[in-house]
């Protein structure tokens, strides 16, 4: 490998970022910054040529080095070589080392600049320039005394103000650059601001921002922190007895505020972004919790109901793969702050169809008092939660008014299937009736109807019709046996709507084995759904059944043996006959629902995504800011 290979090898004035850890290795080297590290092998020789290079790089002497090299000598490539890597991840910084670092900079504050970031000089003008303010309704309480004290250490001249509108709990931090401060993030001496609170044993801090959205996160959070529930249903919002909490946890609080601060000031990464956490959704602020017992920090992404500042504003794009979707999922859903119900599998069976549960957030309409718990199932965990949540929004926006997806084809599949299913849910006079040799020997159907009927022992029985004549759509529906003829059709076990009978004869299978297990868990019982089987007390069930495959095929490795007797393959197949699907239905039912800003798409392709931030009430604002999409179905304009 030469130096060409690799690119730039450094500046003359560059010199090894203070803090690096090196590790020598048999036949290499090991380096590790604050946010970045190394390992060189492959020669014995990596070693000794560290052994000349790590002064030079450490006092800033690079340049004299490499100019007493021997030009194209073996040793000058292998130091470019070794100096391309070190900038390429991170750890290398020009100017002067710190002895010859500004004599009025804190020491602790220049070796934290110059582990931390890509230019310490520019940083360091920044807070050199910038003055805090910590205002709290009593400024000498120890989570305010505690900021100023963090804020000091970090070179800052803070100013304590008392704001009577401010609660016990709450702090806010401010900081200014030169020029007069907006207080509204624009501007040269725009203000920028972190608020920290605590909610009994759970402490917050905000992510930076203006004054303004910083006080709107604030009490967005408080309020969902006050209300939400541990797995066993404490309060987290109760407070805590006496000696819960200690003294040490208004300081670290405190002290962890105050660096996202300074960090925002010095024109820093947010330290959100540090631990390179999968779970953080990139373009989307985070914000900090605490729990005093037992001890713990993580972040969050979270976006409140109020989004004032153009990060909170910025909308992102539907997720591209399952994986991505059911990454916003968890961020929606976190149990602490999450704006909506989080569907996990609790203590559900797992067998013979995995289940998941979600509880939302008030009671049915017309029972005061009744909690509403979704329950659902789906070939595979992922696919049962991503439905449930869809659901879940659902009701929570006002059952059959919107339609929730993923992504703009999720939603537009799941909308047309269930006017589908409401438009040919009466007896099929003039529907052809499909026999049972087309679609019984579908192996997804064998496998669910032989749990249904055999592991489940449920008398049942399937019917299959066609919606229209030449019409590549179907309805299957699985209804449970009567015992006699005084009972009925039989009870709606499951319906699944498809481009091929023995799909939707599989799906309504699904359906009814998510139903009888449900019931049989000791959920509230209902009929079965596509995908999933959904059970509520407050709205029934929609078949959603293959609207999900082409999201969780994209990019989806599959063998070449998994054919549709997999569930991997099985969703690749429905992949490929969605659209059409989506376009029979839209021809069938006439119609479609409106885009988020009401207008219509094609007839064959979804409605444009289109967020509108601004008027959307909470949670519709917030699924579309995740990416997710909202339309607006028939029924809510009528």
Do not use: N
Not at 168 to 184: E, F, Q, S
Not at 258 to 277: M, Q, S, T, V, Y
Not at 421 to 429: Q, T
């Amino acid at each position: 490998m030469t130096a060409r290979d690799t690119g730039a090898a450094g500046a003359p004035g560059d010199r090894l970022r203070p803090g690096t850890a090196v590790t020598p290795l048999r036949a290499g080297l090991h380096l590790r910054g604050r946010r970045g590290s190394v390992t060189l092998e492959g020669s014995t020789a990596v070693p000794v040529v560290w052994g000349l290079l790590e002064e030079p790089l450490r006092s800033g002497g690079l340049g004299p080095f490499r100019e007493r090299l021997e030009p194209g000598s073996a040793l000058h490539v292998a130091v470019d070589t070794l100096l391309a890597r070190l900038a390429e991840h991170d750890l290398l910084v020009p100017g002067a080392p710190p002895a010859a670092a500004d004599a009025d900079a804190e020491p602790a504050v220049a070796r934290w600049l110059g582990a931390t970031a890509r230019h310490p000089a520019d940083a360091a003008a920044a807070l050199a320039a910038a003055r805090a303010e910590v205002l709290a309704r009593d400024p000498g309480s120890p989570l305010a005394s505690a900021a100023v004290r963090a804020l000091a250490a970090g070179g800052l001249p803070v100013t304590r103000t008392a704001d009577a509108a401010l609660p016990a709990d709450r702090v806010l931090l401010t900081v200014c650059g030169p020029g007069p401060g907006t207080g509204t993030g624009t501007g040269p001496g725009a203000a920028r601001a972190v608020v920290a609170g605590c909610v009994g044993g759970t402490g917050y801090a905000t992510a930076p921002g203006s004054a303004a959205q910083a006080l709107a996160d604030a009490v967005a959070l408080e309020a969902r922190l006050d209300g939400a529930t541990s797995p066993a249903g404490a309060e987290r919002g109760k407070a805590p007895g006496p000696g819960e909490v200690p003294a040490s946890f208004p300081v670290l609080l405190a002290g962890a505020a105050a660096h996202r601060l300074l960090c925002a000031a010095a024109g820093l990464p947010d330290p959100a972004a540090e631990g390179e956490d999968p779970r953080l959704l990139p373009g989307t602020p985070a914000v900090l919790l605490t729990e005093a017992r037992p001890a713990r920090a993580d972040h969050h992404s979270w976006l409140g109901p109020v989004r004032i500042d153009a990060d909170r504003l910025a909308a992102l794009a539907p997720p591209a793969v399952l994986d991505e979707a059911m990454r916003r999922i968890a961020a929606l859903g976190e149990r602490r702050c999450g704006p909506l119900p989080g569907p996990e599998p609790e203590d559900l069976p797992q067998l013979p169809v995995p289940l998941a549960a979600c509880t939302l957030p008030g009671p049915p309409r017309g029972a005061p008092g009744t909690s509403r718990t979704l329950t659902g199932g789906g070939p595979r965990l992922d696919l049962a939660r991503l439905e449930l949540f869809c659901r879940a929004a659902e009701l929570l926006l006002g059952e059959d008014a919107f339609t929730v997806g993923a992504d703009p084809g999720h939603a537009l599949g799941r909308f047309l299937r269930h006017l589908a299913s409401r438009r040919y849910a009466g007896p099929p006079d003039h529907r052809t009736a499909v026999a049972p040799a087309m679609w019984s020997a579908h192996p997804q159907y064998r496998h669910w109807w032989t749990t249904l009927t055999g592991r489940l022992g449920t008398a049942a029985r399937t019917e299959v019709h066609r919606l229209a004549p030449q019409a590549e759509a179907y309805r299957a529906v699985v209804r449970r046996t009567p015992r006699d003829a005084a009972h009925g059709a039989g009870t709606v076990l499951g319906e699944g709507i498809e481009a091929t009978p023995g799909d939707a004869a599989a799906f309504a299978a699904l359906a009814a084995v998510t139903a009888v297990v449900t019931a049989g868990s000791g959920s509230p019982a209902g009929a079965g759904a596509g995908t999933s089987g959904l059970a509520d007390t407050a709205g029934g069930a929609r078949p959603s059944g293959g609207a999900v495959a082409p999201l969780a095929s994209a990019a989806a490795r599959t063998a070449a043996w998994e054919d549709h007797r997999w569930t991997g393959g099985w969703l690749a197949d429905l992949a490929g006959r969605e659209e059409d699907l989506r376009s029979t239905l839209r021809r069938l039912t006439s119609g479609g629902p409106g885009s988020p800003a009401g207008a219509a798409g094609a007839p064959d392709r979804p409605p444009a995504h289109a967020p509108d931030h601004a008027p959307d009430p909470e949670p519709a604002g917030v699924l579309r800011a995740f990416g997710f999409t909202v339309l607006r179905t028939a029924e809510e304009a009528r």
